[in-house]
C-alpha cells in the first residue's frame, strides 16, 4: 500500500532507508536551518521545532508536494546529546550513556507544499546501553560510526552489540518513527 509520494526534508541516509524498506516513494530535498536550540526549549518543543522548520524551508522551494521533517536528538539527564563535533564528544557521549536508559526523541512534521499548515508529532522511545570498557568505547569511535549520529551511535551498526533493551519504536531509535509517518500522512 504505497502513500503518495514525500519530498524528505533531510539528508539523512538512515531516514532514507527507511523510507525505502517499506516502499515509499520519495525524494530528497535537504533542508539547511538553524539547529540551535533555544534558551528554555524543552527536548520536545526543540525536535518539533526543528522538524517543522526543516519541512517549511522546504516547502517554500516546491510548488506542490507532500514535505516531510524530521529531528532526532538522545535525552539523558535532561542533557540534549545530537551529533558529536569530534571524536572527544562521541567518548564522551558513550560513557555517560554506558550502563544506562536514556531516551530517542524524533519530532515529525508534514505538511503540503506551498506553506500549509504542518501536522506535527513526535515519538519517544527508551534505550538501554550495557556497561561499556573504555576499549570498547575507543574501538567504536574508532570506526568512525559515531560521528553523524544523535547520541554517537547507530543502533542498526556496531553499537547494536551494546543495547540491551529498548522500550518503544526501533525506527525511532534509527532515525524515523515510520508508522507515526504513516499516521500523520493519513491525516493530513
Known sequence: MLKEKLIL????PRRAEILKAVGWPFEVRPANIDETRRESEDAI????????????AVANQHASGLVLGADTIVLVDDEILGQPRDAEAARRMLKLLSGRWH???TGVALLRAP?????????????????????????YVGTGEPMDKAGAYGIQ????????????????????????????????
Open 9 to 12: 526534508a533531510s539528508r539523512s
Open 45 to 56: 518543543t526543540y525536535v518539533k521545532r526543528l522538524a517543522t522548520e526543516k519541512a517549511r
Open 103 to 105: 531516551e530517542v526523541l
Open 115 to 139: 506553506g500549509n499548515q504542518p501536522i506535527i508529532d513526535h515519538e519517544t522511545t527508551r534505550v538501554r546501553f550495557a556497561e561499556m570498557t573504555a576499549q570498547e568505547i575507543d574501538w
Open 157 to 188: 551498526g556496531g553499537a547494536a552489540m551494546f543495547i540491551e533493551e529498548i522500550q518503544g519504536d526501533y525506527f525511532n531509535i534509527v532515525g524515523l518513527p515510520i508508522r507515526l509517518v504513516y499516521e500523520l500522512a493519513s491525516r493530513i
